[in-house]
Nanobody, 119 residues
């Protein structure tokens, strides 16, 4: 079994910064694409950013220029640096990963971490 554990959420005023991390743990696995999603109250979950195992990144238009996604393959960890935060960035942020194991490939999700941006 593989688990993803997020950390780094919290509350900040608009214009501030937060950094999220998500570490994968388990045995006998390798990780492909890793991503961050978020879900605001009353809204559907949306993709914020993803990064491939080779380091190619893509970010949602709403966060380009403000957020940066990165990963440390040796640590099986993905990061999300969030700068110039806006109230509309508020939500629960979820880490996701495509995990390759001997028996096949599966998607795994973290438990989510709350980010609250006040105006």
């Amino acid at each position: 079994q593989v688990s993803l554990v997020e950390s780094g959420g919290g509350s900040v005023q608009a214009g501030g910064s937060l950094s999220l991390s998500c570490a994968a743990s388990g045995s006998a696995f390798s990780i492909g694409l890793m991503a961050w999603h978020r879900q605001a109250p009353g809204k559907q979950r949306e993709l914020v950013a993803y990064i491939t195992s080779g380091g190619t990144t893509n970010l949602a238009d709403s966060v380009k220029g403000r957020f940066t996604i990165s990963r440390d393959n040796a640590k099986n960890t993905v990061y999300l640096q969030m700068n110039s935060l806006k109230p509309e960035d508020t939500g629960v942020y979820y880490c996701a990963a495509v995990v390759h194991r001997l028996g096949g490939t599966s998607d795994y999700w973290g438990q989510g971490t709350q980010v609250t941006v006040s105006s």
